[in-house]
């Protein structure tokens, strides 16, 4: 008789088990000993469970290539640090691992079929480049055979998300847009529904400004849109967030055309160019949200308290 794959769910810690994803079901034997992820952010899920992957994505704008909420619980156990922004190979390989995750990833059905050449390969469940911490953390538990632990951590977050929106009130029920710019552009990146970023602010209690909603259903199917310096007031709203690779944000906030936006010129705008604040607020996780949030909350919070003029 055919049990349906939820049946693992009983069998905590039991091998072989199978693992779903968006290119199908992968079977592990055993519990891996040289796993590898490719995905950003998704050492975290594994480090929350105490599991130490062999390599992980570089964290770009770190001095060790690590978060500081990953990096303690490597302990002396660094591990290879990879290009998240590529699939390398060939590095991959080099690493002799016996199982390789990507889940906030970008990897195709042409890459995954190469990775599993290599390995047993996870992908998302979701899409490339979507999977919210949720997910990280359930596929994380499916491949550990910790899955209680696993739900255990998701409730537990949920619960400091919504403590948060109790902890910042004046958050609550606000309209946000969440953007990035890169320097020498003539317009600024808005983040969608569906994007990690915009998702947890909405769990605390915000919504995306009127702009934002119409930009979505313009652009269905995808996680960010573009906005025109010349047309900004169509994403307006109760509070501006925007993250900064170094020297972006001199470069934007120098331009009369941001200066003159609504939220900016009112004082209700968040610039992100700490490296943690960008990480955790770009790719939270079980780790980063405890870490890192309450700091960057404290600084919306403040923004949003301002009277317009």
């Known amino acids: ?43 975290a899920s ?3 469970l105490d599991y130490k992957p ?19 619980k490597f302990g002396a156990q660094k591990p290879e640090l990879l290009d998240g922004s590529m699939v390398d190979f060939e590095h991959i390989a080099r690493l002799k691992p016996d199982l390789i995750v990507g889940v906030f990833s970008q990897i195709d ?23 919210g911490w949720r997910e990280q953390t ?29 902890a910042y009130p004046a958050l609550k029920g606000r309209s946000f847009t969440f953007g990035s710019y890169f ?14 970023r915009v998702d947890w602010m909405i769990e605390i209690g915000m919504q995306p400004s009127s702009g934002v909603q119409q930009l979505a259903r313009a652009n269905a199917g ?37 200066q003159m936006f609504s939220p900016v010129r009112e004082s209700r705008y968040v610039g992100l160019d700490d490296p943690e604040e960008i990480w955790a607020a770009s790719w939270p996780s079980v780790l980063a949200i405890p870490y890192a949030f309450p700091k960057i909350l404290r600084r919306m919070e403040t923004a949003v308290k301002v009277e317009a003029h």
């Open 1 to 43: 008789m055919l049990l349906p794959p939820s049946f693992a769910r009983a069998q905590v810690g039991v091998y072989p088990r199978a693992v779903d994803h968006a290119f199908g079901r992968t079977e592990l034997r055993s519990q891996p000993q040289r796993l590898v992820t490719i995905g950003y952010g998704d050492e």
């Open 46 to 48: 594994f480090l929350a």
């Open 54 to 72: 062999i390599a992980i994505v570089y964290s770009g704008m770190f001095a060790s290539g690590i978060t500081p909420w990953c990096e303690p």
């Open 109 to 131: 059905a042409v890459s995954y079929r190469r990775l599993s050449r290599i390995a047993p390969t996870i992908a998302y469940r979701s899409g490339p480049w979507r999977a």
């Open 138 to 166: 359930e596929i994380a538990g499916a491949i550990l055979g910790m899955e209680d632990r696993a739900m255990q951590l998701v409730s537990e977050t949920e619960r400091l998300l919504r403590s948060f929106g109790d």
């Open 183 to 196: 320097a020498g552009s003539s317009r600024i990146v808005v983040y969608l529904p569906g994007e990690t």
């Open 222 to 258: 995808h996680v960010a849109a573009d906005a025109s310096l010349e047309d900004l007031e169509s994403v307006a709203s109760d509070l501006l967030v925007m993250w900064y690779e170094p020297g972006a944000r001199a470069a934007l906030e120098s331009q009369r055309l941001f």
